[in-house]
């Protein structure tokens, strides 16, 4: 646990972002690889603050946010928190702290407490691990909201009263999205039933499958958050929106 000090959100990518909340450092669903099957990472990562970490919420089994070969970096002592079902298969990687939650339970980090949410999305991997995905909402200093992935569902509207911050998915890794998935359109409606006070868009402009481009990145790197911001600007105004780039830190002010 490090001390105390002001509060931060930096995205590393993907669905993985950095928490500092209240002395908490918390990190989400990691993928820190350049290559994940046919996937490439398209901006570098630069992950020497992942150290004193205090725990690593996992949001469900796809490979895309269950990436073992990046939990290898990580050390052995973190906590996990991982949905109920997962617990055999990350502590044959040698974990020895794994939280397994279902919706409504919660866990204490310090001065934070991790809250297990509903997600609409399905959850199942190779070789028979399936457990239910989840969302995670973490109380500290400030309320901030980890969806995972997730479709809309109606229940948006209640789950987590004053948020400070929604990280927000938008879109994905390739040119179309498949069942469970918000895109730009999807996610500004999210808002709008989740009310918080400001967003960062997560989970676009990481990854993109190698066939998918030869001389140039593909227009879905970039295009999704465009969208995102034009549909947010409409259907949640009073959210603030702050876009962030690959490895980039936003410090929450003392006054939001």
């Keep these: 646990m490090t001390a105390a000090g002001a509060d931060r959100i930096r995205w590393l990518g993907h669905s993985t972002v950095l928490l500092e909340l209240g002395g908490a450092r918390l990190l989400t669903d990691p993928v820190l690889r350049p290559w994940i099957l046919h996937l ?15 725990a690593v919420l996992i949001s469900h089994v796809h490979y895309d946010h269950l990436d073992l070969p990046s939990l290898k970096r990580l050390d052995r002592g973190v906590t996990l928190i991982v949905p109920k079902g997962v617990g055999p298969l990350v502590r044959s990687r040698g974990f020895r702290s794994v939280e397994e939650v279902e919706v409504g339970d919660a866990v204490r980090i310090g001065a934070a407490v991790v809250r297990a949410v509903h997600a609409e999305h399905s959850s199942s991997r190779v070789l028979g691990t399936k457990s239910k995905a989840l969302g995670y909402v973490v109380e500290g200093p400030r309320r901030v909201y980890f969806p995972g992935d997730t479709d809309l569902f109606p229940e948006l509207a209640g789950l987590a009263p004053g948020l400070d911050a929604a990280l927000v998915p938008i879109w994905g890794w390739g040119p179309s999205l498949g069942p469970g998935h918000l895109d730009p359109r999807g996610a500004a409606e999210a808002l709008a039933l989740l009310r918080p006070r400001l967003a960062v868009p997560i989970h676009w402009g990481t990854y993109y499958p190698v066939q998918s481009t030869r001389w140039k990145q593909p227009a879905f790197l970039s295009e999704p958050v465009e969208e995102f911001e034009r549909w947010a600007a409409e259907l949640a105004p009073e959210v603030e929106i702050r876009v962030l780039q690959v490895g980039e830190e936003l410090t929450l002010r003392a006054d939001f």
Excluded: N, Q
Excluded at 40 to 54: G, I, K, N, T, V
């Design 40 to 54: 490439r990472r398209a901006a570098p990562l630069a992950a020497e603050s992942l150290h004193e970490l205090d």
